[in-house]
């Protein structure tokens, strides 16, 4: 599922013993460290490790220094965080249940991580899809300590981690979302969400980037020289020389570093078809 060298050559591996279109009621997710002498061709395993309760499939995987973040468990909700300082022992510190899948890990600071991923919870007899954004706390076992839920929402960053942008020197996330409704009611324009990590605290704002003037849209069964595009998609969310730029399926806009305000628009050459 996902492999590292680490900072000593030492190579770290995540395997789940079933295919990812096969369904099973239990998988082994192991953890499996391997080395090799000096110039050799043959890596040889040093260790290993069976999370506890590791469940069926394997959802995100972070090899960060000396430790690994692993989602697995049903629904990919259980984070273990295991310590990889003894090669030749990689002990699980703790585990941690999360509101939805822990899709994606990324380092914030010291002993600090944002897991992003999807949610479901259930009203009466519907279920309602979400997103959310949990930071983690890594200074022992892993523990929840802020997070931001909001349902009928989903990300590419979920599954594409170029989709992910994180500004240190902001201690800002970047990512882009769309939205979802229930019923008949178009949906709200998609957005790039802002996280800003600020101690225990993930706070967020949405940014709807501006719609280019690509020229008249298409009306029902016309398909030439007119703009199909739809509303800008948010892509990309890129940090230059100091100012974010929302990359879009039409334009890349660049935004004021502070308030997060639309400066200025480079419109990109419209999809006709």
């Keep these: 599922f996902s492999i590292a060298v680490l900072d000593d050559g030492t190579v770290g591996a995540v395997t789940v013993d079933v295919l990812p279109w096969q369904s099973r009621e239990k998988a082994d997710v192991t953890v499996r460290l391997l080395a090799g002498e000096e110039g ?32 697995s468990g049903w629904g990919g909700n259980l984070v273990s965080a295991v310590d990889l300082s003894d090669r030749t022992a990689p002990r699980e510190l703790g585990r941690v249940a999360l509101r939805g899948t822990g899709a994606y890990f990324h380092s914030v600071g010291e002993q600090r991580a944002l897991v992003i991923g999807s949610t479901t919870r259930r009203e009466g007899e519907q279920l309602i899809g979400g997103f959310h954004a949990s930071l983690l706390d890594l200074s022992g076992a892993p523990t929840v300590v802020g997070t931001w839920q909001m349902d009928d929402l989903d990300s ?33 324009p998609p957005d790039a969400a802002f996280l800003t990590v600020e101690g225990d605290s993930v706070d967020v704002r ?25 509303p800008p998609q948010v892509q990309r969310i890129l940090v230059v020389d100091g100012q974010p730029w929302i990359y879009t399926s039409e334009s890349l806009e660049r935004l ?10 480079v419109t990109l050459p419209p999809r006709y078809v």
């Design 156 to 188: 590419m960053a979920s599954y594409d981690h170029h989709a992910f942008t994180w500004w240190a020197r902001r201690s800002l996330a970047g990512f882009g979302v769309m939205h979802h409704t229930r019923g008949s009611a178009a949906p709200p």
């Design 40 to 71: 050799g061709t043959v890596l040889r395993q040093v260790g290993s490790l069976l999370p506890e309760g590791s469940g069926a499939q394997v959802a995100g995987v972070r090899f960060m220094g000396d430790r690994l973040l692993l989602s």
């Design 206 to 230: 949405l940014v709807t980037p501006t719609e280019a003037d690509l020229g008249p849209k298409c009306r029902f069964g016309q398909r030439l020289n007119c703009d199909q595009t739809g």
């Design 256 to 265: 004021d570093p502070n308030s997060l305000v639309s400066q200025a628009m």
